[in-house]
Every structure is written in structure tokens, then in C-alpha cells.
């Protein structure tokens, strides 16, 4: 089931995947976890710019999010947003993600109130190299627009991160 993240009910469980995610994978830059207050209110955040933040679940809770966030905060760039997905490390490969990001799609193309009204497109950075990702994002309709070599270090190496965008009409739903 897919539905919207309530920020202090679903925080102590999104800031768990998360972290296993900052602990252990290039995912995300972060390096220190986070607390569920912290994670709390970057859901409310999100959500409080009227944007979408989802949960998956299972009959075991919450198995994975997915969010689009403002992309810049320079006002020419308020119709793009950015996007991220994450999936309970035992959850993966079983089509969450690609549920999250479908509707997720479904819902930023709604989006027809508040300043980033029209969402035009949505942007994915991903940390190189992951063939799960890219393949995640390319059959959602999203094209690789550029990398940058070694721009993030973690784990004592450097971190190619490409760059994915879809305009949100054209977006496989």
C-alpha cells in the first residue's frame, strides 16, 4: 500500500532505512545518521511546500520512501524538483521503488497549487556505479543528462554522480 508519510508516526522508521543507507552505501552523501526528529521534519518540510513525500507498506509497516524536493531555491528553477527513493535494504527488488516513483509521478504532475505549480520536470542524482538505480529511473522515462567525476568522497574514495531528468508529460506512468 502507498500512502502519504505522516512526519512524526513514520519519522523513527524512514530515519532506520535511511540510515542504513548513510552507513553503508553511496546512495546519499550523508555520513552521520539521523535522528527521527530530524527526519520528521524534513517529511513536514516537504510536505509543507506542498509537495509529495510517500511510504510503502507491508503488513510489517513502512518498506521504503520516495519524495520530490525543490531542486534550487532561485525562483526561475521552482518548476523543477528533485527526487529520491529509498527501500528498506530486505524490500529491494521486489518493484517498491517503481511503485513509490510511479506515483510519485502521478502526483507531482497534479501538482496545480503552490509555487512549483506546474511541475515541469524532476531530477534524480545518482551516485556512479549503480545499475539498480539507472535502470530504475530510465524505465520511468528519466534520461541521463550529464555525470560529474568525483565530486563526492565517502568511504575514503571519490564518487562520480550522474545526473537523470524527466519532463514530467513525457513520464512512463
Given amino acids: ?11 523513527a522508521r524512514l530515519a532506520e532505512i535511511y540510515n542504513f543507507y548513510i552507513e553503508t552505501d553511496t546512495a546519499t552523501f550523508e555520513v552521520d545518521p ?6 520528521a521534519s524534513r517529511v513536514a518540510a516537504v510536505q509543507a511546500a506542498g509537495l509529495p513525500y510517500l511510504v510503502a507498506t507491508d503488513v510489517l509497516g513502512v518498506v521504503g520512501y520516495a ?3 525543490p531542486f534550487h531555491e532561485r525562483a526561475a528553477y521552482a518548476h523543477t524538483l528533485n527526487c529520491s527513493v529509498y527501500v528498506d535494504r530486505r524490500s529491494r527488488g521486489e518493484g517498491i521503488g517503481r511503485q513509490l516513483y510511479q506515483e510519485l509521478l502521478r502526483r507531482v504532475a497534479g501538482v496545480s497549487d503552490g509555487p512549483h505549480a506546474p511541475v515541469h ?9 549503480n545499475d539498480a538505480s539507472v535502470a530504475l529511473h530510465e524505465a520511468l522515462g ?8 568525483e565530486v563526492g568522497r565517502k568511504f575514503d574514495r571519490w564518487i562520480d554522480v550522474g545526473y537523470w531528468q524527466v519532463t514530467v508529460g513525457d513520464a512512463y506512468h
Fill in 1 to 11: 500500500m502507498l500512502r502519504d508519510a505522516v512526519p512524526m508516526e513514520d519519522a
Fill in 34 to 39: 539521523i535522528g527521527e526528529a530530524i527526519m
Fill in 67 to 69: 519524495y520530490a524536493s
Fill in 121 to 129: 520536470s524532476l531530477v534524480a542524482g545518482i551516485a556512479l556505479p
Fill in 142 to 149: 528519466f534520461r541521463h543528462k550529464g555525470t560529474i567525476a
